[in-house]
Protein backbone atom coordinates (compact mmCIF):
# COMPACT_ATOMS: atom_id res chain seq x y z
CA UNK A 1 0.00 0.00 0.00
CA UNK A 2 2.51 2.60 1.04
CA UNK A 3 4.37 1.67 -2.32
CA UNK A 4 1.59 2.14 -4.46
CA UNK A 5 0.97 5.85 -2.76
CA UNK A 6 5.06 6.78 -3.16
CA UNK A 7 4.40 4.97 -6.65
CA UNK A 8 0.98 7.02 -7.66
CA UNK A 9 3.48 10.51 -6.18
CA UNK A 10 6.14 10.49 -8.12
CA UNK A 11 3.86 9.81 -11.19
CA UNK A 12 1.96 12.73 -10.43
CA UNK A 13 4.88 15.08 -8.93
CA UNK A 14 7.01 13.85 -12.74
CA UNK A 15 3.89 14.72 -14.39
CA UNK A 16 3.61 18.03 -13.02
CA UNK A 17 6.73 19.33 -13.45
CA UNK A 18 6.78 18.44 -17.25
CA UNK A 19 3.46 20.23 -17.77
CA UNK A 20 4.54 23.67 -15.60
CA UNK A 21 8.17 23.06 -17.38
CA UNK A 22 6.26 23.52 -21.08
CA UNK A 23 3.89 26.02 -19.61
CA UNK A 24 6.92 28.03 -18.73
CA UNK A 25 8.56 27.38 -22.20
CA UNK A 26 5.55 28.68 -24.29
CA UNK A 27 4.51 31.33 -21.86
CA UNK A 28 8.59 32.74 -21.93
CA UNK A 29 8.90 31.67 -25.71
CA UNK A 30 5.56 33.71 -26.19
CA UNK A 31 6.31 36.61 -23.88
CA UNK A 32 9.88 37.64 -25.29
CA UNK A 33 9.25 36.90 -29.13
CA UNK A 34 12.68 35.66 -29.31
CA UNK A 35 13.98 33.57 -31.94
CA UNK A 36 14.16 29.83 -30.89
CA UNK A 37 16.46 29.21 -34.39
CA UNK A 38 18.67 32.43 -33.04
CA UNK A 39 19.14 32.04 -28.56
CA UNK A 40 20.19 29.40 -26.30
CA UNK A 41 16.95 28.66 -24.03
CA UNK A 42 19.24 30.69 -21.01
CA UNK A 43 18.80 34.25 -22.80
CA UNK A 44 14.74 33.77 -21.00
CA UNK A 45 16.01 33.82 -17.64
CA UNK A 46 19.25 36.53 -17.71
CA UNK A 47 16.23 39.05 -16.17
CA UNK A 48 13.09 40.80 -14.79
CA UNK A 49 9.45 38.38 -13.95
CA UNK A 50 10.42 35.97 -17.14
CA UNK A 51 14.27 35.48 -16.23
CA UNK A 52 12.51 34.47 -12.73
CA UNK A 53 9.74 32.12 -13.82
CA UNK A 54 12.20 30.61 -16.18
CA UNK A 55 14.80 29.63 -13.90
CA UNK A 56 12.65 28.56 -11.38
CA UNK A 57 11.26 26.32 -13.88
CA UNK A 58 14.82 24.99 -14.45
CA UNK A 59 15.36 24.31 -10.51
CA UNK A 60 11.97 22.84 -10.01
CA UNK A 61 12.64 20.23 -12.81
CA UNK A 62 16.12 19.71 -11.78
CA UNK A 63 14.67 18.31 -8.20
CA UNK A 64 11.84 16.73 -10.38
CA UNK A 65 14.65 14.94 -12.02
CA UNK A 66 16.50 13.95 -8.92
CA UNK A 67 13.77 12.51 -6.70
CA UNK A 68 12.44 10.61 -9.86
CA UNK A 69 15.62 9.29 -10.50
CA UNK A 70 16.49 7.98 -6.99
CA UNK A 71 13.33 6.58 -6.47
CA UNK A 72 13.43 4.63 -9.52
CA UNK A 73 16.99 3.45 -9.07
CA UNK A 74 16.24 2.19 -5.25
CA UNK A 75 13.04 0.71 -6.35
CA UNK A 76 14.29 -1.29 -9.10
CA UNK A 77 16.03 -4.60 -8.45
CA UNK A 78 17.49 -4.94 -12.07
CA UNK A 79 19.96 -1.85 -11.52
CA UNK A 80 23.11 -3.06 -9.82
CA UNK A 81 25.95 -0.59 -8.62
CA UNK A 82 23.19 1.54 -7.62
CA UNK A 83 26.13 4.26 -6.15
CA UNK A 84 26.96 4.89 -9.44
CA UNK A 85 23.52 5.30 -10.48
CA UNK A 86 22.66 7.91 -7.72
CA UNK A 87 26.40 10.16 -8.21
CA UNK A 88 25.46 9.97 -12.07
CA UNK A 89 21.74 11.17 -11.54
CA UNK A 90 22.93 13.38 -8.72
CA UNK A 91 25.48 14.83 -10.63
CA UNK A 92 22.99 15.71 -13.23
CA UNK A 93 20.19 17.09 -11.22
CA UNK A 94 23.11 19.47 -9.67
CA UNK A 95 23.74 20.54 -12.64
CA UNK A 96 20.25 21.20 -13.68
CA UNK A 97 19.87 23.22 -10.72
CA UNK A 98 23.16 25.38 -11.11
CA UNK A 99 22.25 26.31 -14.40
CA UNK A 100 18.63 27.63 -13.12
CA UNK A 101 20.05 28.97 -9.92
CA UNK A 102 23.14 31.14 -11.84
CA UNK A 103 21.53 32.34 -14.77
CA UNK A 104 23.41 33.44 -17.95
CA UNK A 105 24.44 36.49 -15.94
CA UNK A 106 26.95 34.47 -14.31
CA UNK A 107 28.97 33.02 -17.56
CA UNK A 108 31.28 31.18 -16.73
CA UNK A 109 29.24 29.25 -13.84
CA UNK A 110 25.83 29.09 -15.84
CA UNK A 111 27.78 27.87 -18.68
CA UNK A 112 30.07 25.57 -17.46
CA UNK A 113 27.02 23.70 -15.20
CA UNK A 114 25.08 23.47 -18.33
CA UNK A 115 27.31 21.74 -20.38
CA UNK A 116 27.94 19.25 -17.79
CA UNK A 117 24.06 18.89 -17.39
CA UNK A 118 24.21 18.22 -21.43
CA UNK A 119 26.81 15.82 -21.71
CA UNK A 120 26.50 13.87 -18.24
CA UNK A 121 22.53 13.13 -18.64
CA UNK A 122 22.95 10.95 -21.79
CA UNK A 123 26.56 9.43 -20.19
CA UNK A 124 24.37 8.60 -16.89
CA UNK A 125 22.03 6.65 -19.15
CA UNK A 126 23.70 5.07 -21.11
CA UNK A 127 26.48 4.00 -18.52
CA UNK A 128 23.44 2.81 -16.44
CA UNK A 129 22.10 0.34 -19.34
CA UNK A 130 25.28 -0.62 -20.16
CA UNK A 131 26.48 -1.98 -17.06
CA UNK A 132 22.95 -3.34 -16.27
CA UNK A 133 22.34 -5.09 -19.89
CA UNK A 134 22.26 -8.35 -18.39
CA UNK A 135 19.36 -7.80 -15.51
CA UNK A 136 17.12 -4.97 -17.55
CA UNK A 137 14.62 -6.42 -19.83
CA UNK A 138 15.04 -6.35 -23.52
CA UNK A 139 12.77 -3.11 -23.49
CA UNK A 140 14.45 -1.22 -20.88
CA UNK A 141 17.90 -2.04 -22.22
CA UNK A 142 16.58 -0.95 -25.46
CA UNK A 143 14.61 2.22 -24.93
CA UNK A 144 17.76 3.93 -22.52
CA UNK A 145 19.90 2.92 -25.21
CA UNK A 146 17.67 4.58 -27.68
CA UNK A 147 17.38 7.79 -25.49
CA UNK A 148 20.90 8.58 -24.48
CA UNK A 149 22.08 8.00 -27.75
CA UNK A 150 19.43 10.38 -29.24
CA UNK A 151 19.62 12.90 -26.42
CA UNK A 152 23.49 13.47 -27.07
CA UNK A 153 23.29 12.79 -31.11
CA UNK A 154 20.15 14.48 -32.54
CA UNK A 155 20.92 18.06 -30.17
CA UNK A 156 24.61 17.43 -31.71
CA UNK A 157 23.63 16.99 -34.84
CA UNK A 158 21.36 20.02 -35.06
CA UNK A 159 23.83 22.61 -33.19
CA UNK A 160 25.23 23.59 -37.06
CA UNK A 161 21.68 24.21 -38.42
CA UNK A 162 20.71 26.97 -36.01
CA UNK A 163 22.31 30.44 -35.32
CA UNK A 164 21.51 29.64 -31.49
CA UNK A 165 21.56 26.21 -29.32
CA UNK A 166 17.79 26.63 -28.11
CA UNK A 167 16.51 24.38 -30.85
CA UNK A 168 19.23 21.72 -29.95
CA UNK A 169 18.61 22.23 -26.17
CA UNK A 170 14.64 21.54 -26.65
CA UNK A 171 15.35 18.41 -28.55
CA UNK A 172 17.56 17.67 -25.49
CA UNK A 173 14.83 18.59 -23.22
CA UNK A 174 12.18 15.98 -25.19
CA UNK A 175 14.51 13.24 -24.62
CA UNK A 176 14.78 14.27 -21.07
CA UNK A 177 10.73 14.34 -20.18
CA UNK A 178 10.78 10.74 -22.56
CA UNK A 179 12.97 9.29 -19.68
CA UNK A 180 11.68 10.64 -17.24
CA UNK A 181 8.07 9.64 -18.29
CA UNK A 182 9.63 5.93 -18.83
CA UNK A 183 10.91 5.87 -14.96
CA UNK A 184 8.23 7.28 -13.75
CA UNK A 185 5.68 4.82 -15.31
CA UNK A 186 7.37 1.66 -14.47
Not at 9 to 27: N, P
Not at 68 to 73: A, C, D, H, K, M
Not at 123 to 144: A, P, S
Amino acid sequence: MREDFIKMIRRFQTTTAIILFFAIFILCWKTTNFQLTEIQLSDWGKSGIIGYVWNTALCGLAISTLINSFLYIKKSKRIRFKSLSYLGFGTVSFALFATGFFNLNWGDIHNYSAWIYFFIYPLTIFIQTHINRKTLHYNDWRDGMIISIGMISLPLISISLFTGLAIPETIHIIFVIIWNLKIAFK
